[in-house]
């Protein structure tokens, strides 16, 4: 009989992912709480020491628990290292909202996604500065940990809620909200709106706490996917802009960038 490597014990592997999240939030709250540097990449984004150690911890983790499945991580992509992609591959994003860290909202997420044939399959949300860690995979559900001193309690299911008739509460970016976003959230029977940063937009709809998350801007595969497996295990949903299509992983020929889409509760 010949294994799939490609899919592992989904159960076990989202384990090792939660594991591997934890040991990088730990590494980036001792870098948060000290006095550290901020670089520009290429494209002008910030970076952080906290980025850089933080995916070398994840991606070294990865390969020992799966060393088949390629991993395609933030930093690395910036610099040009981009593996050859099966059906199957890793993406990491080691610190989402770097702009959050940089100001100490502490609305930053350590992110870990499985993607298989285009779709995010397992996740893991991690915000080390508020405690805590979603996680979420196909066929298994979404859970909400809480984490302290590093040190993740029992997970409990969570859930999104279906929209109410009226009066639907809208989560966007913190940093980086546009007039488009606020054009398109004029035609919905909004009642209410929270921001929040990094991934966690996400994880609100996935609680239950939010019903419509809509991204009219440039994101990255690595921003959205692990939030996007927590949320669809949640039974919420994530579509490209002005269609019903799922968003989807693995687009090599848009650079990995995504198209604008909008998250949806149940």
Known sequence: ???????????????????????????AMTIYDS????????????????DRLGEEVIVAGLHRLAPEIPVLAEEAASGGR?????????????????KEFVTRTGEFTV?????????????????????????????LGAALAIVKDGVA???????????????????ASRSHRGPETDAYLETLDVADFAAAGSSLKFCLIAEGLADVYPRLGRTME??????????EAAGGRVVVFGSDAPLSY???DRGFDNPHFIAWGA
Do not use: H
């Open 1 to 27: 009989m010949i294994l799939d490597l490609s899919r592992p014990d989904d159960a076990r592997l989202l384990d090792g992912m939660v594991a591997l999240a934890l040991e990088a939030g730990r590494l």
């Open 35 to 50: 006095d550290f540097a901020v670089e520009a990449k290429g494209d002008a984004s910030p970076v952080t020491e906290a």
């Open 82 to 98: 981009i593996p050859a992609l099966g059906d199957a591959f890793f993406l990491v994003d080691p610190l989402d909202g770097t």
């Open 111 to 139: 992110n870990i996604a499985l993607v298989r044939n285009g779709a995010p399959a397992l996740g893991v949300v991690y915000a080390p500065a508020i405690g805590k860690l979603y996680r979420g995979g196909a066929g």
């Open 153 to 171: 309690g029992a997970p409990a299911s969570i859930r999104a809620r279906r929209a109410p008739e009226r009066g639907l509460i809208a989560v």
């Open 222 to 231: 690595w921003d959205t996917g692990a939030g996007q497996a927590v949320l």
């Open 250 to 252: 693995g687009k090599r």
